[in-house]
């Protein structure tokens, strides 16, 4: 435990990090991956190149230092941590890095007048502690992972046993184990981490799980993003019958048990963690609103699927917005952006709805509006999203 001085210390920085925080984790991260080159494979280059990365840093670092005195006021942004670091096999001996580039970097870019020794002791106190949290649960989480049926330590050796389009941009991949040994359960909304070398670099990244893991395997479905590096490579290269390496399913955006009307909400991509949620919630007899954006039909993916599924189902109502008529596809049920008088037509009548959504930035911070303005309670309203939750206000 931090001692009161420490606290109050690292608390009267909270100011600094409002006005210069992303400056700081901007900094950081520069230092840290010339550094300590062996930490790139731990850090999507996409997301450093456009502030994602240091922004969602900044906003963690920020909340620490609010609440350094009241640890569970963080909600679940520790445990999105924790779930982000067990997916990339986050390990003991990266945080003294961690610490180290960070400390200077609050030295150097506050400047030694703000930046005293008491600050930096203070703050070398406060980020043990919090190593020491995360270090504690994340080794809790490998350990439950490793012991469970079917589970691992580390990476894992797969098989790409199909490889099918989905759309004009999205692919899906099927994973089976090179072992033929049995694979860990997951539960509905996780993604799991993947281990890939491309050109002799190592690169990891985290990919939703788009289905239950049915046969004894993992599928995934991944856009194809211009200038990604994996997903290009996933795309072009990754074939049926090559091996890959998979690091254990990891996540909390999950579906919750309830009888409550579900609603599943994704614009794009993001279409990837409600299908597996969409399957497991068809276990059950609640009512299901699925309502999906695209740009059109063409890179609209599972619609077949999803049509057949509501033929079967008659819980399942489903809605389709397309952003624009290709005159090609089949018709969406309803041509431009979702807005809320749409939003609040698709919604169940019955407000207290589990409400789960995921998409583009501006598509989220849309629907986060819409659906309180609809009447659809806060806490109910869930989602995943790279960064701090203010971005979405």
């Known amino acids: 435990m931090l001692n009161a001085s420490d606290r109050a210390i690292v608390k009267s920085t909270v100011p600094l990090l409002e006005s210069g925080g992303e400056a700081l984790t901007t900094y950081f991260y520069k230092k840290l991956l010339t550094r300590y080159p062996q930490v790139q494979p731990l850090f999507n280059q996409a997301h450093q190149a456009s502030g994602d990365q240091p922004r969602a840093l900044a906003n963690g670092v920020l909340m ?18 924790i779930n982000k670091h ?17 400390l200077e ?10 930046a005293t020794d008491e600050v930096i002791n203070a703050w070398g106190n406060a980020y043990g502690q919090l190593a020491g949290i995360l270090i504690g649960a994340e080794k809790t989480i490998y350990d439950e992972k490793a012991a469970a049926p079917g589970g691992w330590r580390g990476a894992r050796e797969f098989k790409v046993a199909a490889k099918v389009q989905e759309s004009a941009e999205i692919t899906s991949f099927y994973f089976e184990p090179a072992d033929g040994q049995p694979i860990l359960a997951f539960t509905a909304g996780q993604y799991i981490g993947m281990q890939l070398f491309l050109d002799g670099e190592e690169i990891r990244r985290n990919y939703s799980l788009s289905a239950l893991a049915g046969n004894n395997q993992y599928r995934i479905s991944v856009k194809r993003e211009p200038g990604g590096r994996a997903s290009n490579y996933l795309h072009d290269q990754l074939n049926v019958g090559d091996s890959i390496n998979l690091f254990t399913p990891s996540g909390e955006f999950t579906l919750a048990h309830s009888d409550k009307p579900l609603v599943l909400i994704s614009g794009g991509v993001g279409i990837t963690p409600t299908l597996a949620m969409l399957e497991a919630a068809l276990e059950t007899e609640r009512p299901i609103h699925f309502i999906h954006c695209a740009r059109n039909g063409s890179v609209h993916a599972f619609r077949d699927w999803i049509e057949a599924l509501a033929g079967k189902h008659p819980q399942l109502k489903r809605f389709y917005c397309y952003s624009e008529d290709d005159g090609v596809s089949p018709a969406a049920h309803a041509v431009g952006l979702l807005d809320q008088a749409r939003l609040e037509q698709w919604l169940p009548v019955d407000r207290d709805a589990d409400v789960y959504f995921l998409g583009p930035k501006g598509f989220m911070a849309a629907m986060k509006r819409q659906l309180k303005a609809a009447g659809v309670p806060e806490k109910q309203a869930r989602y995943e999203f790279f960064g701090p939750a203010s971005a979405l206000e």
């Open 64 to 81: 620490y230092a609010r609440h350094i005195d009241q640890l569970e006021q963080l909600g679940d942004l520790v445990a999105k941590i």
């Open 86 to 102: 067990v997916a990339l096999q986050i390990l003991p001996e990266h945080y003294p890095l961690v610490g180290e580039c960070l």
């Open 105 to 114: 970097a609050i030295r150097e870019v506050l400047g030694a007048e703000i």
